[in-house]
T-cell receptor, first 113, second 113 residues
Framework: AQSVTQLGSHVSVSEGALVLLRCNYS??????LFWYVQYPNQGLQLLLK??????LVKGINGFEAEFKKSETSFHLTKPSAHMSDAAEYFC???????????FGKGTMLLVSP | SQTIHQWPATLVQPVGSPLSLECTVE??????LYWYRQAAGRGLQLLFY??????ISSEVPQNLSASRPQDRQFILSSKKLLLSDSGFYLC????????????FGEGSWLTVV
């Protein structure tokens, strides 16, 4: 079985500060990993995904994530937060041969001026 | 381009009443289709997924059912709603290949009173 753990249900940063959202996974096989963003009352939008190519993945809106097998992690980062980054972020995992995703519980990113 | 439509966006239903949420996808053929439920602080829970017309897999036994009467149509139903059915319901689609992006609809807010 696969699972995802997102550390911290809420993360607060100041505008311009580094954003770090943590995600650790558990999988019996090499996983595919995803980060999605959800703005209030909307569906989810893909930020980036790792599918066994380069371990450092760049996504939209300046976000990136690094797959670290030894740490079973896929943390999401952005060098400088913008007010528009305030949203809920979900890490998700799937395994080769399966299209369903297992999501973490989400981390709400709060950005203050 | 592909689009996904989900309706109604919001509904308030009394306990014991029926439910029908509809989702349609345009611009692609034979997509995988999914219903997720999102509850505060609990992330996204996969309810049903379908790899083809009439083929439904249930992930969690509960008071809901799903049907796929047409290739790009996915319906979530209940005969008698419970208070615990309240939540944000998301429809999604993907192509039938693991590691591919899952695309989400805008969601439907269901409040059971």
């Amino acid at each position: 079985a696969q699972s995802v753990t997102q550390l911290g249900s809420h993360v607060s940063v100041s505008e311009g500060a580094l954003v770090l959202l943590r995600c650790n996974y558990s999988s019996s096989v090499p996983p595919y990993l995803f980060w999605y963003v959800q703005y209030p009352n909307q569906g989810l939008q893909l930020l980036l995904k790792y599918t066994s190519a380069a371990t450092l993945v760049k996504g939209i809106n300046g976000f990136e994530a690094e797959f670290k097998k030894s740490e079973t992690s896929f943390h999401l980062t952005k060098p400088s937060a913008h007010m528009s980054d305030a949203a809920e972020y979900f890490c998700a995992v799937s395994r080769p041969g399966y299209s369903t995703l297992t999501f973490g519980k989400g981390t709400m990113l709060l950005v203050s001026p | 381009s592909q689009t996904i439509h989900q309706w109604p966006a919001t509904l308030v239903q009394p306990v014991g009443s029926p439910l029908s949420l509809e989702c349609t996808v345009e611009g692609t053929s034979n997509p995988n289709l999914y219903w997720y439920r999102q509850a505060a602080g609990r992330g996204l829970q996969l309810l049903f997924y379908s790899i083809g017309i009439g083929q439904i897999s249930s992930e969690v036994p509960q008071n809901l059912s799903a049907s796929r009467p047409q290739d790009r149509q996915f319906i979530l139903s209940s005969k008698k709603l419970l208070l615990s059915d309240s939540g944000f319901y998301l429809c999604a689609w993907s192509v039938d290949t693991s590691g591919n992006t899952m695309y989400f609809g805008e969601g439907s807010w269901l409040t059971v009173v």
